[in-house]
């Protein structure tokens, strides 16, 4: 009887096994979606998400708000088929956050965000420029980088005669039949689909003919294009130009770009010879004033941050400056040097420092990101519009770098080393590296790039191949390599500095500090080494054989400091506590240079193309600014003389 009951109980459980295997598992997951990605337009924002692949939502609800008063927050759904939605009718300028959720029929899923700024994309043209002939105006200037725009809108006043351009490719047009010694004002618009670009104004007389075409008020180092006028210069085809700027300088560039060094009026004159020899003179007064501002607080369009570790960089022209912020976030602020007013910011709702920013040649910005949430690593055109953006398998603390050749070379705080095709954001390769974090990337003459960890330094050819590798070394994070030859120096964590042999790996020696993190190592052109230490509030030179030349203890923390040298031997710094500046000679130490700065200093300083010493602050309420200080010095460029290599951040030997 047992025998008979054990065997139905057999079958039974078999039974209702097989049931149970083919009965379809019920899943009650409200998955979230995959990833979600914000891409700016013109007054709208277009959202694109991906789902997991067992989720089948009923549809999406679509929330936005924004941190500024003159912009409304809103909601929408779509349907469970749509990955993509464009919310219109926002306010350019002004940071908005966005979120995704499923809906399903047991609710919503968690909310997925993203964060992003509608830009007016309306570009205008630039560098409009006109010329005087007899009862005529010749209109010059550079056409937008846009392919949206359907034509050109002229406007002369007086007579509000309006001329349509429908030529796209038109960068200069003639405007006839005016009244000579009557001055007219041009006024050029660019027609979008969405509406008008802002204006851009100049004015001009016929009949009054100027034989050099520049900007007649500048201010101290300026950069002006000159030229000269050939609706003056008209007595045959010119064979050759000579400039005299009335500064002492001269030039033989038919367009050449001049910046005065003093405030004045200056007299530049051109000498025009023609292919038979015969010469023609004209002359042009030019007023050159001081600089027109020294601070501006990191505060616009409801975007704010201060600077911490990042050093202010330039657009290849020296016409803009970029620097990043740390906290609250890591938006990328875009400054005009001459006016010091905001071009743009794009928003990046993460700290970054340590992560950039660096500027191509082409006027592309990188910005890393030192958040693992959100995109690690943006490429941003330079009217401050997103190029692409690539997510790596962790947050940037190293400071990027750029290869001649188009690689960027990213390293995350897992190790993890990336080489990206800088136009198009794709992962060329990608290597782990040992130690826990990622500190400094740089790249030599020959394209190997350097990269250092928590636990070694390495060396790659640019194919990825290994050249070798250093163990035991202990780069401090957020730092930054300085490249000599073939030298390599990199600071450490708890202080000192080493000096690496390029070619194979080996330590030349070190100099041991023992007082705090290390950072920033600069090179002069000799191959003097120069770097601070955190806690001793000291700045160490020490000579290419590893030997010291003096320390300067400056009576101020060192946090994250880093130097600039300027040509005639001055290393400038900042500090943290004291909110200073200084200057020191690189022959003794002895400072002689000091400005209060009046918030702290946690970042490299930079000299900018215009003579000017820059660096970022931290302020009160998480605003911070960009200080300017007239100090009149060149950067030395003969040598790694400032965080970055260059004033473009790219972390590559010249």
Known sequence: MKKIIYSLLFILTVVFTACEEELPKANFDLYELKSLTATAGDMNVTLAWETYENARPNEYLILWTSGSSDAEGGEMTVDAKTMTATINNLVNDVAYTFSVQPRYTGGLASKTTAACTPKNARYPISDLTAAAGNERVRLRWKKPASERFTRYQVTVHPGNQIINLDDTSLEEYIVDGLTNDQEY??????????????????????????????????????????????????????????????????????????????????????????????TESGSLA????????????????????????????????????????????????????????????????????????????????????????????YAINPNGTQKWAVKLDAAVGAFPALSVDGVLYCLTNKSTLYALDAS????????????????????????????????????????????????????????????????????????????????????????????????????????????????????????????????????????????????????????????????LDITNGNIVFEETVGQQVMAAVTIGPDKRLYCGTIGSGNIGAVKAFDINK??????WSIRGGDIQGTNRQK
């Open 424 to 583: 198009s954001g794709i992962i060329k390769w990608q290597q782990s590296l040992d130690g826990a974090t990622g500190s400094a990337v740089a790249i030599d003459k020959a394209g190997n790039v350097y990269a250092g960890t928590s636990a070694a330094i390495y060396a790659f050819k640019p194919n990825k191949d290994q050249i070798w590798k250093l163990e035991e070394v202990n780069v401090t994070e957020q730092a930054t390599f300085a490249l000599k030859d073939q030298v390599l120096y990199a600071t450490l964590k708890g202080g000192g500095l080493v000096a690496v042999d390029m070619t194979n790996g080996t330590k030349k020696w070190t100099y041991p500090t023992t007082k705090g993190d290390a950072y920033f190592p600069i090179v002069d052109k000799n191959g003097n080494i120069y770097f601070t230490e955190k806690n001793s509030q000291t700045v160490h030179a020490v000579n290419f054989s590893g030997s010291k030349i003096w320390e300067k203890k400056v009576g101020n923390n060192l946090n994250y400091s880093g130097g600039a040298l300027s040509t005639d031997g001055i290393l400038y710094i900042g500090t943290q506590s004291n909110n200073k500046v200084l200057g």
């Open 634 to 639: 060149t950067l030395e460029t003969d040598s």
């Open 185 to 278: 004002t041009f006024n050029v618009v660019c027609v979008y689909p969405t509406g008008n670009s802002i204006p851009v104004e100049t004015s001009a007389t016929p009949g009054l003919i100027y034989p050099i075409l520049a900007n007649t008020e500048l201010v101290v180092w300026e950069p002006c294009a000159f030229a000269y006028n050939d609706m003056y210069f008209m007595a045959g085809e010119v064979k050759s130009v000579s400039w005299d700027f009335g500064d002492g300088t001269t030039s033989g560039e038919n367009n050449p770009v001049h910046a005065f060094a003093t405030t004045g009026t200056y007299t530049v004159a051109v000498t025009v010879t023609y292919v038979n020899n015969t």
């Open 286 to 377: 030019v007023t050159v004033g001081n600089y027109k501002w020294n601070s501006v607080d990191l505060n616009f369009g409801g975007l704010t941050g201060y600077v911490k570790t990042s050093n202010p960089v330039f657009s290849p022209d020296g016409k803009t400056m970029y620097i990043p912020t740390s906290t609250p976030a890591g938006h990328l602020f875009a400054i005009d040097v001459v006016s010091g007013e905001f071009k743009w910011v794009f928003a990046i709702s993460q700290i970054t420092y340590g992560g950039g920013a660096l500027v191509a040649s082409d006027g592309t910005i990188y910005q890393c990101v030192r958040n693992a949430t959100i995109n690690n690593v």
